[in-house]
């Protein structure tokens, strides 16, 4: 069987080691030999750069640039820690999360990567060569080689035409409809470790920084590789909208998730929050999440039921890393009814926003003092004299000084929500 080229010989070929690239292709077949070749065309027309686009996986800030024609696609991995050496050393002790939005929001395209994957596209063939100096997972390198095949294949018209991929370190694989989900789930079968597409993970995707897709991976591997990737977050609302340009919220509708959830069990929660499907849309997701979790079915039948999208903001955690989209739904007390999802949610109730947000800061507050606050320390808050007074003012079974909030939405509220 054919092996795909190793990548320390492609890596002397594409810099012209001419002689030893006349000798391998002199014992090659046709068919690599033709691969090879059109490897040494791109490389001398030097059309990298022509886009350039940014996201995180695992412990790398990736740097990507396309050929002009398409044909040709570069990752450049650069360690998060090496993005930050040159900034303070306060910048150094933030969370792992926090320094990876750091790297991600920088400008500049770092030349200091330590890891160059390439993708070449000729004819039927996508090859994935691996350029390292360090030592990398290599199921990583599974994974973003099989992202960067769909990128490739998407920008040629026949894209249902079927693939021979050479990825670095496997045999060939014959693949065919990379753009569309079962070909991808097909894609990655030897990396699930399932036989076959039935029953399969659901189908999310890696995205960059302004939230553009980058292609098609199965959920568990966004979440082993903390891949940047598309979510949302929804606020119920009593009788009214949120609006910004008010001081005044209505009541928010605040749930507690089951004891038995696998990440953030018997926290409280004044988002609705969910992880997009690839090829959906954002509000697509909140109106799904809000109608599976509390019953809100008016959701998938109003369009106007949510809101328009809030504002977007981007969380990073060492274990999430999302774009999340926020929206509103208004919930009418004359004809809506809560109807809790058992598997998600133990408790729920209207609260008033006053309560929530001296709630969130006390929260937050206690997370600074256990060091386990996932985020950039959050100046904007201050805990006020008058916080003890709005839980007084309010009868709840829930004992709002020492409720836990899940992070993640704590994080979307204290840096975006209060900003915005």
């Given at each position: 069987?054919?092996?795909?080229?190793?990548?320390?010989?492609?890596?002397?070929?594409?810099?012209?080691?001419?002689?030893?690239?006349?000798?391998?292709?002199?014992?090659?077949?046709?068919?690599?030999?033709?691969?090879?070749?059109?490897?040494?065309?791109?490389?001398?027309?030097?059309?990298?750069?022509?886009?350039?686009?940014?996201?995180?996986?695992?412990?790398?800030?990736?740097?990507?640039?396309?050929?002009?024609?398409?044909?040709?696609?570069?990752?450049?991995?650069?360690?998060?820690?090496?993005?930050?050496?040159?900034?303070?050393?306060?910048?150094?002790?933030?969370?792992?999360?926090?320094?990876?939005?750091?790297?991600?929001?920088?400008?500049?395209?770092?030349?200091?990567?330590?890891?160059?994957?390439?993708?070449?596209?000729?004819?039927?063939?996508?090859?994935?060569?691996?350029?390292?100096?360090?030592?990398?997972?290599?199921?990583?390198?599974?994974?973003?080689?099989?992202?960067?095949?769909?990128?490739?294949?998407?920008?040629?018209?026949?894209?249902?035409?079927?693939?021979?991929?050479?990825?670095?370190?496997?045999?060939?694989?014959?693949?065919?409809?990379?753009?569309?989900?079962?070909?991808?789930?097909?894609?990655?079968?030897?990396?699930?470790?399932?036989?076959?597409?039935?029953?399969?993970?659901?189908?999310?995707?890696?995205?960059?920084?302004?939230?553009?897709?980058?292609?098609?991976?199965?959920?568990?591997?966004?979440?082993?590789f903390n891949l940047l990737h598309r979510g949302i977050g929804l606020v119920v609302a009593k009788d009214a909208?949120?609006?910004?340009?008010?001081?005044?919220?209505?009541?928010?509708?605040?749930?507690?998730?089951?004891?038995?959830?696998?990440?953030?069990?018997?926290?409280?929660?004044?988002?609705?929050?969910?992880?997009?499907?690839?090829?959906?849309?954002?509000?697509?997701?909140?109106?799904?999440?809000?109608?599976?979790?509390?019953?809100?079915?008016?959701?998938?039948?109003?369009?106007?039921?949510?809101?328009?999208?809030?504002?977007?903001?981007?969380?990073?955690?060492?274990?999430?890393?999302?774009?999340?989209?926020?929206?509103?739904?208004?919930?009418?007390?004359?004809?809506?009814?809560?109807?809790?999802?058992?598997?998600?949610?133990?408790?729920?109730?209207?609260?008033?926003?006053?309560?929530?947000?001296?709630?969130?800061?006390?929260?937050?507050?206690?997370?600074?003092?256990?060091?386990?606050?996932?985020?950039?320390?959050?100046?904007?808050?201050?805990?006020q004299n008058q916080d003890s007074k709005s839980f007084a003012d309010f009868e709840s079974e829930v004992d709002?000084?020492?409720?836990?909030?899940?992070?993640?939405?704590?994080?979307?509220?204290?840096?975006?929500?209060?900003?915005?």
């Open positions: 069987m054919l092996h795909a080229p190793s990548p320390s010989f492609l890596f002397f070929l594409v810099v012209g080691a001419a002689p030893l690239a006349n000798s391998f292709l002199s014992h090659s077949t046709a068919s690599t030999r033709g691969v090879l070749s059109n490897i040494c065309m791109v490389f001398r027309e030097n059309e990298m750069e022509n886009t350039f686009r940014v996201s995180l996986a695992s412990d790398f800030r990736v740097d990507i640039s396309s050929s002009i024609h398409g044909e040709a696609e570069t990752w450049f991995l650069t360690p998060i820690a090496t993005m930050l050496q040159d900034d303070s050393s306060e910048v150094m002790k933030l969370p792992e999360g926090a320094k990876a939005k750091r790297a991600l929001e920088k400008e500049r395209m770092e030349r200091n990567h330590v890891v160059r994957l390439q993708c070449i596209q000729d004819s039927n063939n996508l090859v994935v060569t691996n350029d390292c100096s360090v030592h990398i997972d290599a199921k990583l390198v599974a994974v973003l080689g099989r992202i960067m095949v769909q990128r490739v294949a998407a920008r040629h018209e026949e894209v249902t035409k079927r693939w021979t991929i050479f990825l670095p370190d496997e045999y060939p694989l014959k693949s065919s409809n990379l753009c569309g989900e079962s070909g991808v789930l097909k894609l990655f079968l030897s990396i699930t470790g399932k036989e076959n597409v039935e029953g399969a993970e659901e189908v999310v995707e890696m995205v960059d920084r302004n939230s553009l897709p980058l292609g098609m991976v199965p959920r568990p591997l966004m979440h082993t909208s949120v609006d910004f340009h008010t001081p005044d919220f209505p009541d928010l509708y605040v749930h507690r998730r089951t004891d038995d959830k696998r990440v953030f069990p018997s926290m409280y929660d004044m988002f609705v929050g969910g992880v997009s499907s690839a090829n959906e849309d954002p509000r697509t997701t909140a109106a799904r999440e809000v109608s599976e979790e509390l019953g809100l079915s008016r959701a998938l039948s109003e369009p106007t039921a949510i809101s328009r999208a809030l504002f977007d903001c981007t969380i990073c955690t060492s274990y999430n890393r999302c774009i999340v989209t926020v929206y509103c739904f208004q919930f009418d007390s004359s004809c809506d009814m809560i109807s809790w999802q058992p598997e998600e949610v133990a408790w729920g109730s209207f609260v008033p926003y006053s309560v929530i947000e001296s709630s969130a800061k006390q929260c937050i507050h206690r997370m600074l003092s256990a060091g386990s606050w996932p985020g950039e320390y959050p100046f904007a808050l201050t805990l709002w000084d020492s409720a836990d909030f899940v992070p993640d939405g704590l994080l979307v509220w204290s840096e975006a929500w209060l900003r915005w």
